[in-house]
């Protein structure tokens, strides 16, 4: 993509994710011994309890979280895509290997928010519970030398890129959340479900709007970033203003009512 100001935006492959996830209640059923006699809101209610007795939070350990949802944004060469992985009847193994395998496909910039802290964690326990193959992401410079410098598994490295962590120098108190970064910098955020939904959905069978609320997420970080992209120096003015415009020309084209919603929610400026 050419710019107004005749320089043209060079960038590797970059793929935001994000994914949403609930309670795995199979692997409680194996942890508790119930068998049969327990159903998954049960048990999800008993891990809950559990878990707010010892931290006060229903947040439960990454090992204990299934992924339901992966959503990518990929910018590569002119183009712009924002999808979700697979389709709604896909494994959770399914899921996360597409996941993998567009790493090793790509070899991207990748972008998250909170991708250190939580989402790649929680990919990396349930592949390994799922036989996932993941050598590109594992890579720390056995296979390509130049991972021994810049892995996606480094704090540090950039080849994973977690804006939360970035953006609050790696100090946890200063972390914020996305939904409020993104509108704060005029982006639309969370329009409609947000993460303290998503267990409710998924009994209702609602999983297609998971899928959709998931999407939305990626969007708004990759939003996010190009603005950082532009507060670093890495993106000029009039590039940050073209690439914003290819996002929105791009879910113009797409006319799925969450799209529409979150376009709504956008206002120029």
């Known amino acids: 993509m050419l710019s107004s100001d005749s320089r043209r935006v060079v960038m590797p492959p970059i793929l935001v994710f994000d994914i949403e996830t609930v309670p795995d209640t199979d692997g409680l059923r ?11 809101q049960q048990l999800a209610e008993i891990a809950f309890l559990q878990r707010r007795q010892t931290t006060g939070s229903d947040f439960l350990q990454l090992h204990l ?9 990929l910018r590569e060469r002119d183009q ?16 996360i290997q597409r996941f993998f395998d567009a790493m090793d496909k790509y070899a991207p910039q990748l972008v998250s928010w909170n991708g250190g802290g939580f989402d790649l964690p929680v990919l990396h326990y349930r592949g390994l519970i799922n036989h996932v193959a993941a050598p590109r992401c594992w890579d720390m410079g056995e296979d390509q030398r130049e991972f021994r410098y810049n892995s996606y598994l480094s704090r540090y490295h950039r ?5 939360m962590d970035v953006l609050a120098m790696y100090q946890p108190r200063a972390h914020a959340p996305l939904d409020d970064l993104a509108r704060l910098c005029g982006f639309p955020g969370k329009p409609g479900m947000d993460g303290s939904q998503v267990w409710d959905a998924y009994q209702a069978g609602h999983i297609t709007d998971i899928r959709n ?8 970080i990759y939003l996010v970033y190009l603005r950082f992209q532009q507060m670093r120096g890495a993106l000029s003015a009039s590039q940050y203003t ?3 415009a290819l996002v929105r020309e791009s879910l113009r084209q797409n006319d799925a009512s969450h799209w529409r919603e979150y376009l709504g929610a956008w206002p120029h400026r």
């Open 30 to 40: 194996t942890l508790y011994r119930t068998g049969d006699s327990a159903t998954p």
């Open 242 to 244: 073209e690439e914003c």
């Open 80 to 95: 712009f895509r924002v999808w979700s992985l697979g389709d709604i009847a896909d494994s959770e193994a399914e899921l």
């Open 65 to 73: 979280q299934r992924v339901v949802a992966i959503s990518c944004v």
């Open 159 to 163: 080849r994973h890129l977690d804006l």
């Open 213 to 220: 609320y998931c999407e939305t997420d990626a969007v708004n």
